[in-house]
Structures are given as C-alpha cells and as structure tokens.
C-alpha cells in the first residue's frame, strides 16, 4: 500500500508554477475563472504529488461540507435500508457524500451521534429514527441546534400522530401518515367481509407502533367494530417480536379470521407461527403488515400491506433538508410535506 502523501496545496502551486489563490480554485471548483492550461497543470501537479485535499480545512472556509448525515434507528432493518437507499440517490443527485449511523431507537445515542455530526460540518443532516411517546424531536433540541447554527439543514421523519407539534425551529418535517394508512387498512379489511381481529401491536411506547394501532382501530370503530384488551398483543417491533406474540394469541385459543401486525416484518413472524402450528395462513387466519418492503415481495401468501413509498420518503427528506423538495412524489404531485400510504390487498387476507 503507498504511503500518505504529506504534499500541501503550497507544494501543488509550486510544482504547477502557480499561485497558491490559482491552485485552491482549480481543484475546488471555485466559480471564479482558472485558464484551462492553469487547470491542467495543477491536476496534473496534484497527481503526482498524491495530494489529498483536507476536507475539514475546507469545511471551516466554506461553513459546511459536500457531505450529508444520515441517521437512522437501525440500518438492518429493511424499512430503514430501502429509505437510506432513498437518500443516497438523492443525496449522489446534489454532488453529496453520504455517512450513515444507527442509533438503536436510543434518544442519549441520538444526541451523542449529533454532537460528533456537528463537527464534521454537513451540509444536511436527515433523521429517521423510531421516536418513544413523549420524546419526540425535543429530545435533540440542543443538538439539532447547534447543526443549523453551524448551516447545516435538517429534516426528519415524524408521524401523523406527533408531525403537527414535533417541528422544532430549523427542522424540515416530514409526515409519514401512519395513523391514515392503518385506518384505510382497516376499512379495505372490512369491506373484504373480515369481522374479527388482533393486533400485533409492537412496542406500545414507539410513536409508529401507536400511531399505526390508533389508526386501525379507528378504522375499525367507523365500521362498529371494538376490540378487546386481549386483542392486543405487544412484542418487539421485529420479525421475531411477530412471531412471538402470534404464538401467545394462538396458545389463548381460537384465533380471530384476520390479524394486523404493525410492521410487515412482523407479520412474516406471524405467518410462521401460523404454519408452525398446522394452520394454513390467508386461509384459516389472515395476515395484514404496513410498509410493503421490497425485499418481503415474494413472500407465500404475498402480504396484504400498506404500501409507503421508502426509497421516495428518504430522497424527499433529502430534498426537504436542502431546501429543494418541490412536494411531488415520484414526479406526481405530492401533498406538500406529507407521504401518504396505500392499501394493497393480496392473498394473506384473502376470504
């Protein structure tokens, strides 16, 4: 492996027989004009003298750098990968480098993550992460100040249960509607001739969770259906989280015609369960999720879900955190800073 080139920019000039002022702008971009044989010999200089510009240097001239901060609950987890996917396009789109951290849902991380962001001077920081009930964007008030101060722009994920009050001053929203989607969900349930139901309801303390649970059962009370308390069965916001709680609803006796998992990695954990214990999923107990994963596609029976568009959500935060979202969603028009799901129904709720 070569070694690191110690060589300067003042190294550069000199081996290119320019000023130090010509050589910064032929390798930075500057708007202001280089003669093209000035250009060529700087690069050329530049190459053989290994040089590497210092990035952080450069961010204290300019205020930020070309690069963008993601931040995200956990990137193993698919719904969290397709909209990192997202935002790396949109990101490459804008000239932008993308760092990307994971968080673990832990607020104290969050800020931690934030403070050591703050430094490296992004042009734009996007965070994704799963929020607790009473926590919301002021858990990282100080820091996400500290970000804007330094110019940098900011957007986030929030759901519609907490986007009207999570903003805080130098944050761009963005309104995944969770509690809407559930509820259409519910409504296309019914109107499929199911009548009874659980629900996989995940962490009862995380905002999505309770937001997607509020919304399905909303749903269901406008057709006159409530549920019981034993109806919801609370585990970890994970494929074996689903697992787990249908095993506890199938061990309490029968089972209702049509379960609700709050995330379609759960419910993959719930159509396992099923067949564990003979049963035929879609047909003696139908399965519903919410996000509709790409990678979850050829999953027997496919999933009935509603359909969030990832990918399109992290490029929007993108856009929203520079300043350049036009509120359109993948060309069509969008409903300013919200993203609404879709209800698809396929062969796990079939009657």
Partial sequence: MPERSTATLADVA????VSLATASRALNGSTRKVRPESTERVHAAARELRYTAN???QAVARGTTTSLALVVGDIADPYFAAIAAGAIRAADDAGLVVTITSTGGDATREREVLAVVA????RAVVLAVSRHLGGALADVHDAVAVLTAGGAGVSALVSDVDGATAGIEGVHPLVVRNRAGAADLAEALVEQGHRSFAVLAGDPELVTAHARVEGFVAGLAAHGIRLEDSAFLHSAFTRDGGYEAMCRLLDAGSPPRCVFAVTDLMAVGA???IRER?????????????DDVRMLADVTPALSTVRLPLEEIGARAVRRALGTD???VDGAAGDGAEIAGEVVLRASTAR
């Fill in 326 to 328: 036009d509120g359109t």
């Fill in 14 to 17: 000199e081996l290119a027989g």
């Fill in 278 to 290: 003979g049963l035929v999923p879609g047909v003696d107990v139908g399965v519903a999720g919410f």
């Fill in 55 to 57: 990035v952080q240097a």
């Fill in 119 to 122: 430094g490296l001077r992004p």
């Fill in 271 to 273: 159509l396992a369960a």
